[in-house]
Nanobody, 126 residues
Framework: QVQLVESGGGLVQAGGSLRLSCAASGRTLSSYHMGWFRQAPGKEREFVAAINWSGDSTYYADSVKGRFTISRGSARNTVYLQMNSLKLEDTAVYHC???????????????????WGQGTQVTVSS
């Protein structure tokens, strides 16, 4: 089984930046599409960003486009989410997820992903 561990969350002031990391425990993620999702209290799980297995295609929710950047490390076993210009509404638990590669990848749909990390809390303060 793929095991994913997120890190990098914390408390940050609005307008600040954080970089989240998602690492496979002793495994490579090179065969998987990767996504970031978040869930805030009282809200549905929300797609944030995704990157395909090769790292040459990225996708973003409209709410984070232009502020967040998803990338893969050179070893392909780590995925990052660089978050800039953070807003109060970005406060949520952020999860990374891995999807087995397939055609017709619905990157915005949480049920497309097979493995999930435990989540890391991001809190943006005013």
């Amino acid at each position: 089984q793929v095991q994913l561990v997120e890190s990098g969350g914390g408390l940050v002031q609005a307008g600040g930046s954080l970089r989240l990391s998602c690492a496979a425990s002793g495994r490579t993620l090179s065969s998987y599409h990767m996504g970031w999702f978040r869930q805030a209290p009282g809200k549905e799980r929300e797609f944030v960003a995704a990157i395909n297995w090769s790292g040459d295609s990225t996708y973003y929710a409209d709410s984070v486009k232009g502020r967040f950047t998803i990338s893969r490390g050179s070893a392909r076993n780590t995925v990052y989410l660089q978050m800039n210009s953070l807003k109060l509404e970005d406060t949520a638990v952020y999860h990374c997820a891995a999807a087995r590669t397939s055609r017709d990848w619905v990157y915005r749909s949480w049920d497309e992903y097979n493995f999930w990390g435990q989540g890391t809390q991001v809190t943006v303060s005013s």
